[in-house]
């Protein structure tokens, strides 16, 4: 019964920022892998970015340097700081929880994940 809504989205140009929030809902937060997908039109969905419960990081090749993502067991709330944004980011961005805590051999599986939230749109476009 865990929810998750995604909120952040939006439009932005080139080498602009977006910070995207997944308020979660229903369940023991703290404990959870948090994760950020991402899927473009006609393109595979992607791992952006994981941090586990105890805030160990993972991020893409592509998200390196650029994407933050961070959480805040107060609020229940995992975030992605998205900065120097390209035209390439432009994708439906989706947040994930893993509440299993099983062992897995990468956090980038989107397999692992149980629940998933509806997704926001990023656009980066000039």
């Known amino acids: 019964q865990v929810q998750l809504v995604e909120s952040g989205g939006g439009v932005v140009q080139p080498g602009g920022s977006l910070q995207l929030a997944c308020e979660v809902s229903?369940?023991?937060?703290?404990?959870?892998?948090m994760a950020w997908f991402r899927q473009a039109p006609g393109k595979e969905r992607e791992c952006v970015a994981t941090i586990n419960r105890y805030r160990l990081l993972t991020y893409a090749t592509f998200a390196k340097g650029r994407f933050t993502i961070s959480r805040d067991n107060t609020k229940n709330t995992a975030y992605l700081q998205m900065n120097s944004l390209k035209p390439e980011d432009t994708a439906f961005y989706y947040c994930?929880?893993?509440?299993?805590?099983?062992?897995?051999?990468?956090?980038?599986?989107?397999?692992?994940?149980?629940?998933w939230g509806q997704g926001t749109q990023v656009t980066v476009s000039s």
């Open positions: 994930a929880a893993d509440t299993t805590n099983m062992v897995t051999s990468s956090r980038s599986d989107a397999a692992q994940y149980d629940y």
């Open positions: 229903g369940g023991s937060f703290s404990s959870y892998t």
